[in-house]
């Protein structure tokens, strides 16, 4: 497994097909719908396996000086519990590190809470309901 930032723009496309088909699609959301106005400065980081195949995915923006949000973490569902989302985790925390980032917040669906306090993040508050049924945790680590 290749764990890097996407490059070209056929890659480009894999990495938001992925984001799209994980966190949009099961909501009928129109493809489109998994981007925003903060990708364009973001930090992204995506995973290869050995054929290249694009299996995995997150994002890493700024929010305010030394504060950074993860988003848009998604493993293609065959492929979950291998270890993948915690690669991609690791790499968006070394990645902002690097950027003088000391803080992480983010918002957790409720599935995903136990992966993130696995990860040193604990819940700080009730974040939004996504498509009036995807219950999210605030959710923080401090480096
Ligand atoms: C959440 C997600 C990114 C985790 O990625 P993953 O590749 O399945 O997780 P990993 O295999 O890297 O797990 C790393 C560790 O976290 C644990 N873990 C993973 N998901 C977990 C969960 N939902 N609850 C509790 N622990 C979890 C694993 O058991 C593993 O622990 P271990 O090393 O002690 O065995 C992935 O399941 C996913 O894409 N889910 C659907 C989309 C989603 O909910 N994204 C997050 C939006 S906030």
């Known amino acids: 497994m290749e764990i890097r930032s996407p490059k070209s ?3 480009f496309v894999a990495y938001y097909e992925l984001r799209w088909r994980v966190l ?3 909501w009928g959301q129109p493809s489109g719908s998994e981007r925003d106005e903060l990708d364009a400065a973001a ?3 995506a995973g290869f396996d050995e054929v290249k195949r694009l299996v995995c995915v997150g ?3 700024a929010v305010e000086t030394g ?3 993860v988003r848009y973490m998604a493993v293609e569902e065959s492929l979950r ?3 993948l989302g915690q690669a991609v985790l690791d790499e968006l925390e070394r990645l902002a590190k690097r950027q003088g980032i000391s803080v992480i917040v ?3 669906r409720e599935s995903a809470v136990g992966f993130y306090r696995r990860n040193g993040y604990e819940a700080v508050g009730e974040g939004h309901v996504l498509f009036d049924e995807v219950r999210h945790s605030k959710m923080k680590k401090k480096f």
């Open 24 to 26: 949009r699609m099961p």
């Open 59 to 61: 994002r890493l923006h």
């Open 106 to 108: 983010l918002d957790a």
């Open 9 to 11: 723009e056929s890659e």
């Open 43 to 45: 930090t992204h980081v």
């Open 81 to 83: 519990g291998l270890g």
């Open 67 to 69: 504060v950074g949000q």
